[in-house]
Every structure is written in structure tokens, then in C-alpha cells.
């Protein structure tokens, strides 16, 4: 038989508009093992077109398995959790289920979800509201899961920092400076594709990336804890909402050099910074590149210097790097030495 308390669970948290909770408690009386069929013999059908009010995947292999009475009636909460969308209210059990099965319908962090609700309801005293809202409300995405964790264990970071700020308007800078203050590698947020397979796109002056970008209160990117590495910048902004996906601008000059981290690689790679910008004060010829291509084909320097019309003393004095090529000859020099790419005579300063 269920208990007071088990009763009182029932009532505060079971809504009747939506659930029988006379059949609830009659189940819950007669087993001692709960299955998924209780979902919907206690639903009520009373959503959009008789649609069901719990998430679907509690009638999935993967969404629910059997639980004993009491391990069951410690998660009701969370079972009979109707998200109150007059209030903007986006985010439920169903939402963070998604994202599990999305990635790998892992029973273990399925049991690692509910022990984490279970953690910030009973142990942390946050509202339901909350719990299944705030990193929606955050990110502007229903099934992270990935930061949902992250919060739980930014949660246990505020207990041993003896915090209380549970709920921080940028969920990303906070996670990452409690890190920090715990000795913690904090992360780094890499750049996302901007467009289909662009990394960026360069406007005028101004180049402008997309990804997650952790920021100050000002409103400035931590560039410390962003993938990509600028300098000399005539400035750098951002426009994000709290922690949701966003834009980055850099205004660059003459002198600016961008570099991201892991653009181009796998995510099996190791870490990799790439150039995506370098401005014209930082570019010099790479003389050596000559010498290299010359002997590759055989030729000789008198050879080259006949070919493009030059002098063999002119022509030694660009490979020794006393002297540089003007436009006419180089285009002479990219011809003959079968030079294809114009990054290949290019070397830049930092």
C-alpha cells in the first residue's frame, strides 16, 4: 500500500486535468513493479486531437524500463511533467529523452538523466519550471543534453564553491569560471560552420564567424575560451543571446592574423589550428620556394632567367631573397615553374 508521502507526491505533482490519478494510485497498490503501460492507462488524452500528455518514448523499450513502487514514485515528478506553453514554457522530460536516444540510446545515461533530475529537485530545490527550462531558455534548443549534464555538474560546483547563483544568465561563462576556480580545464568553444561548409564569411573588413561564444558582462567574447586565435584586430564583437548560437565579428587590418581551431579536421584528429586570415603587412615572398621548384624540375638558374626574360643576376637575386619579383615577373615565375598555388610563394609574419 502506498504511504502518506507516496500520496502526497501524487497530489502535488500528478495534474487530474490531464491524468486519472484514482487509476494511478489503484495501479500503484496492485505492483510491485511498475511497466510503461501505466502511462497510458492513466492518461487522460485530453491534448491536441486526443494526443497523449506524457512524452512518447516513456512507451519506449528505450525511454522506460520497469521500475520498482518506490523508485517509481520518486520520479513522478519528471513522468507527469506538463510543460505550460501559454508561459513559454519549452522544454520537458520528452525533450531531454530526445537527445539522449538522438546520440546513442545508452541505458546508463538514460538511469544518468533521472539521477540528475532527481538531484536538482530534491537536493537543490529547483522548480520543475526550471529544471526542464532553463537550458532551453539558454540555448534555444529542446534536447541538449550535453549542457544539461554540464549544468548538473555545474551545480555540484556551486556547492563546493559555496555558491548559490543557480540559475546565471550566461550558463557558458559561468560553467567556465567555475571551472576555473576549481583548477578545471575549462571549454573551449569551437567554431561551427557559417553557410553550407564555410567557415566564414568576409564582408569588406569585417570577417564573421557562427558557433557558441562564451562572453563577459559587457557583452565582449572570452576569446580565451573561443577556438579561434586574432591578432592585431581593430575590434572584436559579438551578438548572442545568453548561451545560444550566435555571431562573432572581427574588423581587421593590415596587420590582422585569424587563426580556428580544428576547421578543417576530424574530430578523431588531434587538435589543429588552421589560418583563415592573414593581412597583406603580414604576407612576404618566400624566395626559397624558387630554388625548391627549380632543382624539382631540373632546370638550371640561367634556364629559368631565359624563359621568363630576366637576367641571370636578377633572377639570383630573387632566389637569394635580395630582391623580390615585381607582378610581371611573378606571374613569369608562377608559369614556368608550374607553380600553382599562390599560397605556395607566400610566408607570413606574425
Known amino acids: 500500500m502506498l504511504s502518506r508521502s507516496d500520496i502526497d507526491i501524487i497530489e502535488q505533482y500528478v495534474d487530474d486535468k490531464y491524468f486519472d490519478k ?28 486526443g494526443s497523449i500528455s506524457y512524452s512518447s518514448w516513456l512507451d519506449d523499450k528505450y525511454g522506460y ?21 501559454s508561459n513559454n514554457h519549452v522544454g520537458n522530460l520528452h525533450c531531454l529523452i530526445s537527445g539522449i536516444i538522438r ?21 537543490k530545490n529547483l522548480s520543475l519550471t526550471d529544471i526542464f527550462c532553463y537550458i532551453v531558455d539558454q540555448t534555444h534548443h529542446v534536447c541538449n543534453t550535453e549542457m544539461f549534464f554540464q549544468w548538473k555538474h555545474y551545480l555540484q560546483l556551486c556547492d563546493e564553491l559555496g555558491s548559490n547563483d543557480y540559475l546565471p544568465d550566461c550558463f557558458i ?26 567557415v566564414s564569411w568576409r564582408t569588406g573588413t569585417r570577417i564573421e564567424f557562427e558557433g557558441t561564444f ?35 565579428f572581427v574588423e581587421i587590418t593590415p596587420y ?26 603580414t604576407m612576404e615572398f618566400d624566395y626559397e620556394i624558387l630554388k625548391i621548384y627549380r632543382k624539382r624540375l631540373k632546370y638550371t638558374q640561367k634556364d629559368v ?23 610581371h615577373y611573378l606571374l613569369r615565375l608562377l608559369n614556368w615553374l608550374d607553380i600553382r598555388d599562390i599560397q605556395d610563394i607566400v610566408r607570413y609574419t606574425e
Open 22 to 49: 484514482d487509476k494511478l494510485i489503484k495501479y500503484l497498490n496492485m505492483h510491485s513493479i511498475v511497466g510503461n503501460e501505466i502511462f497510458s492507462y492513466c492518461d487522460k488524452k485530453v491534448g491536441r486531437n
Open 65 to 85: 524500463k520497469p521500475l520498482p513502487v518506490a523508485k517509481f514514485i520518486r520520479r513522478i515528478p519528471f513522468y507527469f511533467y506538463v510543460n505550460d506553453y
Open 103 to 123: 546520440d546513442d540510446k545508452d541505458e546508463k545515461t538514460l538511469e544518468k538523466l533521472y539521477q540528475a533530475l532527481e538531484y536538482m529537485l530534491y537536493e
Open 173 to 198: 561563462t559561468s560553467y567556465n569560471e567555475a571551472l576555473e576556480k576549481k583548477g578545471l580545464p575549462p571549454i573551449i568553444y569551437e567554431i561551427g560552420e557559417i553557410g553550407i561548409g564555410e
Open 214 to 248: 562564451p562572453c563577459d558582462k559587457n557583452g565582449q567574447p572570452i576569446m580565451k575560451w573561443i577556438g579561434l586565435r586574432v591578432k592585431n584586430a581593430k575590434s572584436i564583437t559579438c551578438s548572442q543571446d545568453k548561451s545560444s548560437r550566435g555571431r562573432l
Open 256 to 281: 590582422t592574423t585569424i587563426h580556428a581551431l580544428n576547421c578543417y579536421n576530424n574530430k578523431e584528429d588531434d587538435d589543429c589550428w588552421y589560418q583563415i586570415y592573414a593581412g597583406p603587412q
Open 305 to 327: 632567367a631565359d624563359a621568363i626574360g630576366a637576367t641571370v643576376r636578377t633572377y639570383q637575386k630573387w632566389e637569394n631573397g635580395e630582391t623580390t619579383p615585381d607582378g
